[in-house]
C-alpha cells in the first residue's frame, strides 16, 4: 500500500530569535529536519513532502533526496493549512503519515507502528501522556479517559479548565488513510482560538464518518519532544548525547563521565577503550581495541587502531580525505592531525606537531613543535624538534621523501621535493633545499667563527 510522508517545516520558531529557520539548526551536528528525515527513511514512503514557509529557500536547498518534495505555505495559517499545501503531491489511496520537522528525536520503530495502526483504513494518532500537559492539544475520549473511544482532540487554547485536566496529549504525529484525509482537510475552518485551520480537527471529521481512530503510544517523552527555543535545543541535545552515552556503555566503553562526551556523528568502539571527559566525536571515528583517548579532545573522521593513545587536547580532523592512526602509537598532547596524516605502528607524535597529507611508517617519532607536510617519512626517523617541510612554494605543493632510520636534526627546513637517503643524518638547524645522500650527515648553516680579543662595545660614561 502506498505511504506518503508529510513533514511541516512551514513555522517561524520565533523563539529561536534567529535568522535561521528552524529546522535547520543542529542536534548531534545534524539539522532537526535532517533527523525527522533520517528516522522517516526506514519506512520505504514513496514520497516525502516537506512543507515549506519560513526561510523555505535555505530549507530547500539544504535537502536532496529522491521522492523528497517540497511545498510552500505562504502564508502560514495553521497546521491543516499546511497539510493542504502537500494534498497535489500525495497519491489517491493508501496511508498519509504526517510529522513535525521540529521533532526530531522520534523513532523509527514508533512510526512504523503507528502506520500499522492506520492500516489504510484507521485515523492513528500518536499520543503521550504527560505530568504537565499544558500547552499540548488534548486527546478527547468518551466515557474512560484512558480506554474510551476517542472523540476529538482540543487544542490547549480552546480547552475548558475540565479538559485541561486531560494528561493524554497530541504529538503532533498522525497516520491517516489518504483519501479520506484529503476530504477531511477540504473541509478545515479556522472558527477557533487562533483563527488557525487545525489539522487536529481531522479526528472529530473522522469520528463523524465513522472511521476508527486509534491511539499508538510513544515509548518515551524524549522522542516527542518539539524544538522551541535554545534552551529546549540544549536540553533535548543532553538527552540525546546520555543516549548515545548509555548505549557507548552497555557496549563496554569506559566513559569518565557519560555527561561529559559529545557525538555528532558515529564513533565506532572496539573493546576495552577508555575515554576522558570532554572529548567531541565528529563525522565517522573508528577506535580498534584498548584505545584511550584521554581529556578535552577534538576528534573527527580518522580511524585509530589497538592499543593507541590519545593526550589530552589532542585536534584531529581527517576531513573528507580522513586519517589514519595505527596500533600502539601515542598522539598529543597538543597534536594536530589533519587530512591525509597516516600515521602506522608505533609512531608518536608530540606537543605542537602538525601532520598534514603525509605518510609515517612504523616506530618514526616527530615528539615536539614540528610540520610534516606532504611528507613520506620512514621507518624508525626521528623528526627533529622545531622542524619543518617547506613544501608549498606559493603555487604548488611538492614532496618530501624521508627514508628509514634518518635522523633530523631540530630546527631544520626541508625545501621540497626533496629526498633524505635511507641512514642520513641532518644537521641541527640546517635549511636542506637539495636532496641529501643516504648514510651521511649533510650539514647547511654557516662555520662557527670565534674572535680572540673581540670587545663588546659599551656605553660611554658621563
Ligand atoms: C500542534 C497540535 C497540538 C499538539 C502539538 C504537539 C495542531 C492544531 N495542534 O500544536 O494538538 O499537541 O502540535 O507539539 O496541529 N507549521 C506549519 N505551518 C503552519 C503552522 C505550523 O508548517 O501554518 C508547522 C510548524 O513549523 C511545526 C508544526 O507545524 O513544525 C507544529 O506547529 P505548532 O505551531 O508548533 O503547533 P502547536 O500549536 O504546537
Ligand atoms: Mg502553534
Redesign the pocket.
Known sequence: MALDIVI??????TRMKSARP??LHRLAGRSLLQHVLQAASGLNAQRTVV?T?HGADQVEAAFQAPNLVFAR?EP???????VQQAVPQLHDEGTTLIL????PLIEPETLRKLVQACDGKSLALLTVVLPDPS???RVIRSGDPVGGTIEG?V?HKDASPQQRRIQE????VMAAPTAQLKRWLAALKNDNAQR?Y???DVVAMAVADHVHVVASHATSETEVL?I?SPAQLADLERRYQRRLADALMEAGVRLADPARIDIRGELTCGQDVEIDVGCVFEGRVTLGNNVRIASHCVIRNVSIADDAVIHSFTHIDGEAQGASVGKGSLVGPFARLRPGAELGEEVHIGNFVEVKNSTLAKGAKANHLAYLGDATVGERVNYGAGSITANYDGANKHRTVIGADVHIGSNSVLVAPITVGEGATIGAGSTVSKSAPAGQLTVVRAKAVSLAGWKRPVKAKK
Open positions: 511541516m517545516a512551514a513555522g517561524k520558531g528552524k529546522v512543507i514557509g505555505q502560514q495559517l495553521g497546521t491543516g493549512h499546511a513535525n520537522g521540529d521533532v500547552g499540548y492539544g482532540i487544542e496529549i497530541y504529538t503532533g488557525e487545525y489539522l487536529t518539539g522551541n
